[in-house]
C-alpha cells in the first residue's frame, strides 16, 4: 500500500544518514564465496608420513645422467610500449610582492616611507635575527667549499684534442601543413633556448598558392610531434624575432609590410599591429630589438628603402624613418638584412638588394651624417650580415655565390673570403661559443662549419642537412645546438660535439692575431691600389694637359673616382675605343692621299710618253734613227727633246 512504501522510505532514509555505505557489490552473495575468518591458534600437525624402504624396489638408478646448466645468469628481455605522458604549459603574471595595496612599489617616496616604518617595529628585528642565523649558516658553507671551483682548468675540448668535429641531426619539425612553406626567419628562446620560432612564408611573387595559412609556429625542442604555439597574422610573417628582456614577447615582419607583437600567453592573435598606411610598402625582411631598459625600442628594414624604428607599446607610427640612400641622389637601395649589436647602440648595418651593406650611425644629425660607411660586398643580394660576438669590428656577409669577412677600417675589399661554389649561398652565422667557428648554408641543403683557425680555404665539416635549400640558419647562445629552416618548411636542429662548440685553450688571442694579421695585408695592398690609382690620374692629367697646349687633341675632362673602379674601366674601355677609331680614321685619310698620289703620278707619267713618243707614216711605224737615242736621253734628263729629223 502507499503508506508502507512511504514508511519503507522514511526507514532506509533514517538508515542512510546513521551508516555510510563503504563498497558497494555488484554481485551475488553466491559468487564470491564463503567468508573468511583468521583468528590466531598453536600449531598443529596434519600429517606424518615416514620413508618406506620397500618402495625403492619399484625404481630404476638411470646412469649416466645428462643435464644442462649455464655458468652465467639467466636474462630475459621484455618489451613494454608506454602511453605518452601529455605536459601542459601554463604561466602566471607575478608583480612584485609583500607590499600593502596602498603602497605603490613603483615610488621611492613610498617604499622608504614604508621601510622606515617596518624597521621600527619589533618583530622585523626579531625576523631578520632568526634569519639571518639561517643566512650566516649558508654562507660559510660557501665559503667553506666553493660549488663553482673548475679542478680541471686544463680540461678543455678544442681542435687540439682527440676528438674530431662531428655534427648530427638530432630533432626535425615539420610544417604541419599541407601547402608546404619556406621558413624565413628563427629565433630562439632567450632563457635557455628550450623554444624555437619559425617565420613561414612564400616570398616567389605572386607564386602562393590558394588555400595557404598564414600561420607560423613555436617548437619545444623536446617534443617535435606538435608545436606549442600556434602565431596567426594577418599576412604571413617574413620575419620573427624574440625580446631578450620580455621572454613571451615576439616581433613579427609581415609580407604586407606591418609589424606585429605576439604574446603566447594571450593567444595566436597579434597583441598589436602597426597600421598599414604607416608601415613598409614592401615585406619586411627583417626586424629586430634595440638595447633599452626597458626593451620596447625595435626597427625594421623592407625593400622599399626605408629603416623604420617602433615603440613596441604604441605601434600607431614609427618613431624615426631612415632612407637608405648613400649617394644621396633620390636612388634608395632596398634592405634586406639587419645587423645590430647590443655593445654598440647608435650603430647598426643594412643589407642591401644592391649587394652593398651600409653602415649607419644614429649620432648623426643630417640623413648624409647617418650614413657612415658603405661597403661593396656582393654581386648580388646579401642575405646575411652579423658581427662577430667576440669582435664586433669584424662582420660576415652572406651573397651571390661566396661568404666574406669584413674589417670595419676597410671599405675597398674584404680580409677573408671563400671561394665560388656552384650553388648560390643562403645564409651565415657565427658561433656564439668559439671565435673562429661560422657556419654558411647553400642552396643545394648542406651547411657548412668554418673554423678559421684550423683551415680559412675549406670548411671543416660539411653535414648534408636536407635534400631542398636553406633559407635561415640561428645558432643558441651556448653554441650547441644550430636551427637550419630550409624551403619545405622542416626546420632540423643540429647538435655539434664539443671540439666545435666548447673554445679551446688560447683561442681567443690567436683569433685576435689572426684576423689583425690579414686586416694589416689587406690594408697595405689597398694602400698600394690607391698609390698606383693616383700615379694613373696624375700621368693623365698630364698628357691631357700637354695635347689642350699644342692644340693636337681634344681637351679631355677627366673625373676620377678612385673608389669607383667600374666607373675607372668604363672610362678606360671607351677611350680605347676613341683612340682606335682615331686610327682607324687616320689610316684611311693616308690610304686614300697615297691612292690620290698615285692617280696623278701615273697620268704625268702617261703625258710624258705622249710627248716623247714619235710620229708615224701611214702605211707603218718609222723606225727611230741613232739620232734619236741621245733625244731620249736628254728628254731623259727632263730637257725638251728636239724634233726628229728625216733622212
Given at each position: 500500500?502507499?503508506?508502507?512504501?512511504?514508511?519503507?522510505?522514511?526507514?532506509?532514509?533514517?538508515?542512510?544518514?546513521?551508516?555510510?555505505?563503504?563498497?558497494?557489490?555488484?554481485?551475488?552473495?553466491?559468487?564470491?564465496g564463503?567468508?573468511?575468518?583468521?583468528?590466531?591458534?598453536s600449531?598443529?600437525?596434519?600429517?606424518?608420513?615416514?620413508?618406506?624402504?620397500?618402495?625403492?624396489?619399484?625404481y630404476?638408478?638411470?646412469?649416466?645422467?645428462?643435464?644442462?646448466?649455464?655458468?652465467?645468469?639467466?636474462?630475459?628481455?621484455?618489451e613494454?610500449?608506454?602511453?605518452?605522458?601529455?605536459?601542459?604549459?601554463?604561466?602566471?603574471?607575478?608583480?612584485?610582492?609583500?607590499?600593502?595595496?596602498?603602497?605603490?612599489?613603483?615610488?621611492?617616496?613610498?617604499?622608504?616611507?614604508?621601510?622606515k616604518?617596518?624597521?621600527?617595529?619589533?618583530?622585523?628585528?626579531e625576523?631578520?635575527?632568526?634569519?639571518?642565523?639561517?643566512?650566516?649558516?649558508?654562507?660559510?658553507?660557501?665559503?667553506?667549499v666553493?660549488?663553482?671551483e673548475?679542478?680541471?682548468?686544463?680540461?678543455?675540448?678544442?681542435m687540439?684534442?682527440?676528438?674530431?668535429?662531428?655534427?648530427?641531426?638530432?630533432?626535425?619539425?615539420?610544417?604541419?601543413?599541407?601547402?608546404?612553406?619556406?621558413?624565413?626567419?628563427?629565433?630562439?628562446?632567450?632563457?635557455?633556448?628550450t623554444?624555437?620560432?619559425?617565420?613561414?612564408?612564400?616570398?616567389?611573387?605572386?607564386?602562393?598558392?590558394?588555400?595557404?595559412?598564414?600561420?607560423s609556429?613555436?617548437?619545444?625542442?623536446?617534443?617535435?610531434?606538435?608545436?606549442?604555439?600556434?602565431?596567426?597574422?594577418?599576412?604571413p610573417?617574413?620575419?620573427?624575432?624574440?625580446?631578450?628582456?620580455?621572454?613571451?614577447?615576439?616581433?613579427?615582419?609581415?609580407?604586407?609590410?606591418?609589424?606585429?607583437?605576439?604574446?603566447?600567453r594571450?593567444?595566436?592573435?597579434?597583441?598589436?599591429?602597426?597600421?598599414?598606411?604607416?608601415?613598409?610598402?614592401?615585406?619586411?625582411?627583417?626586424?629586430?630589438?634595440?638595447?633599452?631598459?626597458?626593451?620596447?625600442?625595435?626597427?625594421?628594414?623592407?625593400?622599399?628603402?626605408?629603416?623604420?624604428?617602433?615603440?613596441?607599446?604604441?605601434?600607431?607610427?614609427?618613431?624615426?624613418?631612415l632612407?637608405?640612400?648613400?649617394?644621396?641622389?633620390?636612388?634608395?637601395?632596398?634592405?634586406?638584412?639587419?645587423?645590430?649589436?647590443?655593445?654598440m647602440?647608435?650603430?647598426?648595418?643594412?643589407?642591401?638588394?644592391?649587394?652593398?651593406?651600409?653602415?649607419?650611425n644614429?649620432?648623426?644629425?643630417?640623413p648624409?651624417?647617418?650614413?657612415?660607411?658603405?661597403?661593396?660586398?656582393?654581386?648580388?643580394?646579401?642575405?646575411?650580415?652579423?658581427?662577430?660576438?667576440?669582435?664586433?669590428?669584424?662582420?660576415?656577409?652572406?651573397?651571390?655565390w661566396?661568404?666574406?669577412?669584413?674589417?670595419?677600417?676597410?671599405?675597398?675589399?674584404?680580409?677573408?673570403?671563400?671561394k665560388f661554389?656552384?650553388c648560390?649561398?643562403?645564409?651565415?652565422?657565427?658561433?656564439?661559443?668559439?671565435?673562429?667557428?661560422?657556419?654558411?648554408?647553400?642552396?643545394?641543403?648542406?651547411?657548412?662549419?668554418?673554423?678559421?683557425?684550423?683551415?680559412?680555404?675549406?670548411?671543416?665539416?660539411?653535414?648534408?642537412?636536407?635534400?631542398?635549400?636553406?633559407?635561415?640558419?640561428?645558432?643558441?647562445?651556448?653554441?650547441?645546438?644550430?636551427?637550419?629552416?630550409?624551403?619545405?618548411?622542416?626546420?632540423?636542429?643540429?647538435e655539434?660535439n664539443?671540439?666545435?662548440?666548447?673554445?679551446?685553450?688560447?683561442?681567443?688571442?690567436?683569433?685576435?692575431?689572426?684576423?689583425?694579421?690579414e686586416?694589416?695585408?689587406?690594408?697595405?695592398?689597398?694602400?698600394?691600389?690607391?698609390e698606383v690609382?693616383?700615379?694613373?690620374?696624375?700621368?693623365?692629367?698630364?698628357?691631357?694637359?700637354?695635347?689642350?697646349?699644342?692644340?693636337?687633341?681634344?681637351?679631355?675632362?677627366?673625373?676620377?673616382?678612385?673608389?669607383?673602379?667600374?666607373?675607372?674601366a668604363?672610362?678606360?674601355?671607351?677611350?680605347?675605343?676613341?683612340?682606335?677609331?682615331?686610327?682607324?680614321?687616320?689610316?684611311?685619310?693616308?690610304?686614300?692621299?697615297?691612292?690620290?698620289?698615285?692617280?696623278e703620278?701615273?697620268?704625268?707619267?702617261?703625258?710624258?710618253?705622249?710627248?716623247?713618243?714619235?710620229?708615224?707614216?701611214?702605211?707603218?711605224?718609222?723606225?727611230?734613227?741613232?739620232?734619236?737615242?741621245?733625244?731620249?736621253?736628254?728628254?731623259?734628263?727632263?730637257?725638251?727633246?728636239?724634233?726628229?729629223?728625216?733622212?
Amino acid at each position: 500500500s502507499d503508506s508502507t512504501a512511504r514508511d519503507w522510505d522514511a526507514w532506509r532514509r533514517r538508515v542512510g544518514r546513521a551508516m555510510e555505505i563503504v563498497h558497494v557489490y555488484q554481485r551475488e552473495r553466491k559468487d564470491f564465496g564463503r567468508q573468511c575468518n583468521f583468528s590466531d591458534r598453536s600449531a598443529k600437525l596434519i600429517a606424518d608420513i615416514q620413508p618406506d624402504p620397500s618402495l625403492a624396489a619399484s625404481y630404476m638408478i638411470r646412469s649416466p645422467v645428462e643435464i644442462a646448466c649455464q655458468e652465467t645468469k639467466e636474462f630475459s628481455e621484455h618489451e613494454v610500449n608506454t602511453e605518452t605522458a601529455e605536459y601542459t604549459t601554463s604561466g602566471m603574471n607575478h608583480t612584485e610582492g609583500g607590499w600593502p595595496k596602498d603602497v605603490d612599489h613603483n615610488e621611492v617616496e613610498q617604499v622608504s616611507r614604508y621601510r622606515k616604518k617596518e624597521e621600527k617595529r619589533e618583530a622585523f628585528v626579531e625576523s631578520v635575527k632568526e634569519m639571518g642565523e639561517v643566512m650566516m649558516h649558508a654562507i660559510k658553507q660557501n665559503n667553506a667549499v666553493d660549488i663553482y671551483e673548475d679542478y680541471f682548468p686544463g680540461g678543455e675540448v678544442g681542435m687540439d684534442s682527440a676528438e674530431p668535429p662531428s655534427a648530427k641531426v638530432t630533432t626535425v619539425f615539420r610544417d604541419p601543413q599541407e601547402l608546404k612553406r619556406s621558413i624565413n626567419a628563427l629565433s630562439w628562446y632567450p632563457d635557455q633556448a628550450t623554444r624555437v620560432a619559425g617565420a613561414y612564408s612564400v616570398l616567389d611573387f605572386q607564386k602562393a598558392p590558394e588555400g595557404m595559412s598564414a600561420d607560423s609556429y613555436i617548437w619545444n625542442i623536446e617534443r617535435s610531434a606538435a608545436p606549442e604555439s600556434t602565431l596567426s597574422p594577418s599576412s604571413p610573417l617574413v620575419s620573427i624575432e624574440y625580446n631578450p628582456k620580455d621572454l613571451h614577447m615576439l616581433l613579427g615582419g609581415q609580407y604586407n609590410g606591418q609589424l606585429a607583437i605576439f604574446d603566447p600567453r594571450k593567444g595566436t592573435r597579434p597583441v598589436e599591429v602597426s597600421p598599414i598606411e604607416k608601415s613598409h610598402r614592401d615585406p619586411v625582411f627583417s626586424a629586430k630589438f634595440l638595447a633599452s631598459k626597458q626593451g620596447t625600442d625595435a626597427f625594421s628594414c623592407s625593400t622599399d628603402g626605408q629603416v623604420l624604428f617602433w615603440d613596441v607599446r604604441k605601434l600607431a607610427e614609427p618613431v624615426e624613418t631612415l632612407m637608405i640612400e648613400p649617394q644621396q641622389d633620390g636612388k634608395l637601395l632596398g634592405g634586406v638584412a639587419l645587423e645590430y649589436e647590443s655593445t654598440m647602440p647608435t650603430k647598426f648595418q643594412v643589407g642591401t638588394e644592391q649587394g652593398e651593406v651600409i653602415l649607419f650611425n644614429r649620432k648623426g644629425k643630417t640623413p648624409a651624417e647617418k650614413i657612415a660607411a658603405s661597403y661593396p660586398c656582393h654581386l648580388g643580394p646579401v642575405y646575411a650580415v652579423e658581427r662577430n660576438p667576440f669582435f664586433p669590428k669584424y662582420f660576415l656577409t652572406v651573397g651571390d655565390w661566396s661568404m666574406r669577412t669584413w674589417c670595419e677600417d676597410i671599405k675597398e675589399s674584404s680580409v677573408m673570403w671563400t671561394k665560388f661554389y656552384d650553388c648560390n649561398l643562403t645564409s651565415g652565422a657565427w658561433s656564439t661559443s668559439r671565435p673562429s667557428v661560422c657556419f654558411s648554408t647553400k642552396a643545394d641543403g648542406s651547411l657548412d662549419i668554418w673554423d678559421i683557425l684550423f683551415k680559412s680555404s675549406v670548411p671543416t665539416l660539411t653535414v648534408q642537412v636536407t635534400d631542398v635549400s636553406i633559407q635561415s640558419i640561428r645558432v643558441d647562445s651556448r653554441g650547441k645546438y644550430v636551427c637550419v629552416g630550409d624551403k619545405s618548411g622542416t626546420i632540423s636542429m643540429v647538435e655539434l660535439n664539443d671540439a666545435l662548440s666548447k673554445m679551446q685553450n688560447s683561442e681567443k688571442p690567436n683569433v685576435a692575431a689572426f684576423l689583425e694579421r690579414e686586416t694589416n695585408r689587406e690594408k697595405s695592398v689597398v694602400a698600394r691600389i690607391r698609390e698606383v690609382k693616383l700615379k694613373e690620374q696624375a700621368e693623365r692629367k698630364k698628357s691631357a694637359g700637354a695635347a689642350a697646349r699644342t692644340g693636337s687633341a681634344k681637351k679631355d675632362e677627366v673625373k676620377e673616382d678612385e673608389e669607383d673602379p667600374i666607373a675607372e674601366a668604363e672610362k678606360g674601355f671607351w677611350d680605347a675605343i676613341e683612340m682606335d677609331k682615331l686610327k682607324r680614321e687616320k689610316a684611311i685619310e693616308t690610304k686614300k692621299k697615297k691612292a690620290e698620289a698615285d692617280i696623278e703620278n701615273a697620268k704625268l707619267a702617261d703625258a710624258k710618253e705622249e710627248e716623247g713618243t714619235p710620229a708615224t707614216e701611214e702605211g707603218g711605224d718609222a723606225a727611230p734613227t741613232a739620232d734619236a737615242a741621245p733625244t731620249e736621253d736628254v728628254a731623259a734628263d727632263g730637257g725638251e727633246a728636239p724634233a726628229p729629223t728625216e733622212e
